[in-house]
């Protein structure tokens, strides 16, 4: 799996919309949606937000594997 595919994984796997992700941590809905299709990569301190707001670690979000 790539990590657009693992963003998104997580945000279903709650069952949560892109518009409650925004309203629950203050990142838009359209960068959300940009990362999940990977047209561009978040940064490490969207990454640490979301990792937390989903209860993951930074490997889970992103689907690293050791």
Request: some cysteine; hydrophobic content about 30%; overall charge negative.
């Amino acid at each position: 799996m790539d990590y657009g595919e693992e963003l998104k994984y997580h945000r279903l796997k709650l069952n949560k919309s892109l518009r409650q992700v925004e309203n629950e941590t203050g990142i838009s809905n359209e960068n959300l949606s940009r990362w999940e299709r990977n047209l561009v990569s978040p940064s490490i301190e969207n990454c640490v937000k979301l990792a937390d707001y989903y209860g993951v670690t930074l490997d889970d979000l992103i689907g690293r594997k050791l």
